[in-house]
């Protein structure tokens, strides 16, 4: 179509289901990004301990994240503002919140990120160490975003997200699943001590600050009025549905081959379940497990390096706006997005700082900060999503009806009390 807005011309809404799902691509993006290594290995440890009885948690977390994504994305599409904007009608206290939590959590996640894409690539080549490539991947996730565009990132995570779907699932059907015990395992039930882990599956798993960067990538895609409404919903459907295929595999691989075991925790334990492979089924199993691993990891890092500069950028353009200033999709669009300042020295903020942490060996404080942060967001997520897209600032077909505003609320609740349980768990 005619004009310019941002990084590609907003296009015609398509019609059919192939021309529908060649456009399928934020959603992918925002799942996969969502979903790491820690999350594999705590799905991992939660199927080695209880076997299927919690794979109805995953499903029950897809849905709530399907929830918390198509509100990100429907605000976009009928406000005419973009998230940031949404949260600046609510007060400046929300922009200081934001932007003192992306800060922090920024330079947490960028030593996570980079250990956790390392660690794969050290156990495939040992001789070169996991600081190194740690640094590696940093640097090459910088060069990625730095230079390229979101219609090529997209196209590299939808690559990594095929690589994954093989490996992952592919050691999933390896080790040869119980389908009837599985399918038991769709029926709610909790075991003794299983609650706790119940609700990491359903609130944690794919849920991170990056959901708020939902809106930014499909206003890179060129959806911009609420007739991509359909169009979004199908989109984010397929990520998230993708995303609890993934979980699904990994708490199928441990309930079949580590049942009982002890895991170690933390990414380390994607490596013993890889050494675990390997004397079961030999080497040529461990190889294509560690380039999932990798695969999973990488997406993470570079969904970050983008998707949370973009938020950054726009943060750092509505706090400098003066109180009585508007500020819509088309004002993003000059002032803000993958060329601006703001944008860039984010990318280097996650990049350089946090590579001093590598050399601390990742100490458990490092973990258990990245564990309270990452807890932190989704109830300020969920709970400004209940407010602005229930007001006068979304028009009506905007707005959220009694399913989307049910779902928000549970959702609120879940990551309040999970945010609790993990500030409880500093002082135990």
Not at 36 to 63: E, N
Not at 68 to 92: D, I, K, Y
Not at 97 to 104: D, I, L
Not at 138 to 157: C, D, H, P, Q, S
Request: with cysteine; aromatic share 14%; glycine share 12%.
């Amino acid at each position: 179509m005619s004009h310019e807005v941002g990084h590609e011309d907003v296009k015609d809404v398509p019609v059919g289901w192939k021309a529908k799902i060649k456009q399928v691509g934020p959603g992918i993006m925002a799942a996969a990004t969502g979903v790491g290594a820690g999350d594999l290995v705590a799905t991992m440890v939660a199927g080695s301990r209880y076997g299927y009885a919690l794979l109805w948690a995953v499903v029950v977390g897809a849905i709530f994240k399907i929830a918390l994504a198509e509100a990100v994305g429907r605000w976009h599409l009928t406000s005419g503002s973009t998230m940031l904007g949404g949260w600046r009608t609510l007060g400046r206290g929300v922009l200081v919140y934001f932007g003192a939590y992306a800060v922090v959590w920024g330079f947490v996640y960028g030593a996570t990120a980079m250990s956790a894409s390392g660690l794969p690539l050290n156990a495939l080549f040992p001789d070169i160490s996991l600081r190194v490539w740690g640094i590696v991947c940093g640097l090459a996730g910088l060069a990625l975003i730095w230079f390229g565009r979101y219609a090529l990132i997209e196209k590299i995570m939808t690559i990594f997200v095929g690589v994954m779907f093989v490996t992952v699932v592919g050691t999933a059907i390896l080790v040869a699943p119980n389908l009837l015990d599985a399918a038991s395992g769709f029926v709610p039930t909790l075991p003794d001590g299983s609650f706790i882990y119940a609700l990491g599956l359903i609130g944690g798993v794919g849920g991170t600050i990056t959901m708020a960067a939902y809106g930014y990538w499909t206003m890179a895609k060129g959806w911009r009025s609420s007739k991509w409404l359909p169009m979004m919903r199908l989109d984010n459907t397929v990520g998230y549905v993708t995303t609890a295929i993934f979980v699904v595999a990994m708490l199928v691989v441990g309930a079949e081959i580590l049942m009982g075991t002890d895991i170690v925790s933390g990414d380390e334990g994607l490596l013993t379940l890889g050494n675990v492979l390997a004397q079961d089924y030999g080497e040529w199993a461990r190889i294509p497990f560690l380039i999932g691993f990798f695969a999973v990891s990488f997406t993470s890092l570079i969904g970050v390096w983008n998707g949370v500069s973009l938020l950054f950028a726009d943060w750092w353009r509505t706090w400098r706006l003066p109180a009585d200033a508007e500020y819509g999709l088309e004002d993003y669009d000059r002032k803000a997005g993958e060329k601006s300042p703001a944008f860039r020295g984010y990318v280097l903020w996650l990049t350089f700082p946090p590579m001093a942490l590598l050399f601390l060996d990742r100490p458990f404080q490092l973990t258990v900060v990245y564990g309270v942060l990452g807890a932190l967001f989704m109830p300020f997520l969920a709970g400004t999503l209940l407010v602005l897209l229930n007001s006068s600032r979304v028009p009506r077909e905007g707005r959220s009806h009694w399913l989307s505003n049910s779902l928000l609320v549970v959702c609120l609740a879940l990551f309040a009390y999970l945010a609790v349980d993990e500030i409880i768990g500093i002082f135990n």
